[in-house]
């Protein structure tokens, strides 16, 4: 309850507050360093992840002198992208084909998915999205490979 307190939450902004408000206290779309809540004690994830969506672009040569370029992302965007996945799934799930909520000649089709982001740009991010840093872990086969340390900062966060 203390922490809660803490982040903001008393009677009024709970009973006034908007779902966004919630999830950004699970996942937070800011550097929590700068969150202005003195000793913040969640773990940055969107800031986290968006640097390393960024550093495997750019690895991987894309964005280079070569290929595709790829325009950085942010954390708002990144957080568009998720809500295009949970906006989807409260219509029903896509069984895999996600890009008809983009076709308005299909039954499927979603304005506000469509309105979100284009499904070039969501292609590119589903492509490239990156929840940690491969450089910093054993590769499979070497001692220590764990192969679930992917997604280890969305579980800690």
């Known amino acids: ?30 550097d929590t360093s700068k969150s202005g809540v003195p000793d913040d004690p969640r773990m940055n994830y969107y ?10 672009t750019y690895l991987s040569g894309t964005g280079s002198d070569y290929g595709h370029v790829f325009k950085n992302t ?36 979603s304005k506000k998915i469509a309105d979100t982001m284009k499904i070039t740009r969501y292609h590119e991010i589903k492509r490239f999205l990156k929840l940690c840093n491969n450089d910093g872990h054993p590769k499979r086969g070497e001692p220590g490979y764990n192969p679930a340390y992917k997604y280890d900062l969305i579980y800690k966060a």
């Open 1 to 30: 309850m203390d922490i809660l307190k803490k982040l903001g939450c008393n009677e009024e902004r709970v009973k006034n507050a908007d779902a966004l408000f919630f999830y950004q206290l699970l996942l937070p779309l800011c």
């Open 47 to 56: 800031t986290e992840v968006t640097k390393f969506t960024n550093v495997y």
């Open 74 to 109: 942010s954390a708002m965007e990144l957080l568009r992208f998720d809500g295009i996945l949970f906006h989807d799934g409260s219509l029903g799930g896509s069984n895999g084909a996600i890009y008809r909520r983009w076709d308005p000649t299909n039954d499927n089709y």
